[in-house]
């Protein structure tokens, strides 16, 4: 999980979650805070406890997901349409994996400055690929699906930085913002961390109208090996 500071902008990983995964089941759940944590309560020092109540050396268990803390940003409990499964990669809801989906979908909730982002494994090319979608996309939508069914041949994704964001533009069109993992990943990588579009889903709303896909040379590097990535406990 990482925290955007209202304040300053920048944003922390703040928690890591760990589990066993047996037969389809996830058990033995635990969330560590990471170093970003503390850097982002170093700012502040007339608040102690501005991201948690509790020390951030702490483990914080529970038995599976249903009793996870994010539990609300995950469809543990109530399985999202077929639509959004599909938009999101998956062939149904049902073999929908909550894991996976939120790591894609990102885990936001409406006023929240908080996100969920996924530690992935290098593939048996040697790269690391991330599935996202577009934030704010709605901000740029065009309701041209004509238009929106091209931008699936555009390649290479060209991202800009615009302020604290990074915008994700294609054949002059405007995609929507990175969210904030893959802005870090840019930032310290730059063009060796690839993006493109993965999928269109033209008949989508605007929040899900792209799905993209970054993909990193693991003899570039390791994402999120930098220290603030680690856990404290």
């Not at 309560?41 to 501005?50: A, C, D, G, I, K």
Request: aromatic share 12%; with cysteine; glycine share 6%.
């Amino acid at each position: 999980m990482g925290r955007t500071d209202k304040a300053t902008k920048l944003w922390f990983p703040i928690q890591k979650m760990m589990w066993d995964y047996h037969d389809g089941e996830y058990s033995n759940c635990r969330i560590v805070y990471v170093n970003g944590a503390e850097k982002l309560e170093q700012l502040y020092p007339e608040q102690p406890n501005m991201v948690s109540f509790g020390s951030l050396q702490r483990v914080i268990t529970f038995d599976n997901l249903d009793r996870c803390p994010w539990s609300n940003r995950m469809p543990v409990n109530q399985e999202p349409s077929s639509d959004i499964a599909k938009i999101l990669n998956f062939t149904s809801s049902s073999e929908l994996d909550p894991i996976e989906y939120v790591a894609i979908d990102g885990g936001y909730r409406h006023g929240d400055m908080r996100n969920l982002f996924p530690e992935v494994e290098v593939d048996s090319n040697g790269k690391y690929n991330f599935l996202f979608r577009s934030v704010d996309s709605y901000t740029f939508a065009s309701p041209n699906r004509s238009e929106l069914n091209f931008i699936q041949s555009c390649g290479r994704v060209s991202p800009l930085f615009e302020l604290e964001r990074l915008k994700l533009v294609c054949g002059g069109y405007t995609l929507g913002y990175a969210p904030p993992h893959i802005r870090e990943l840019y930032n310290k990588y730059r063009d060796s961390l690839n993006i493109e579009i993965y999928q269109v889903n033209s008949q989508a709303s605007s929040t899900y109208q792209f799905l993209l896909k970054a993909v990193l040379d693991s003899q570039i590097g390791i994402p999120f090996s930098q220290p603030e990535y680690q856990p404290i406990a």
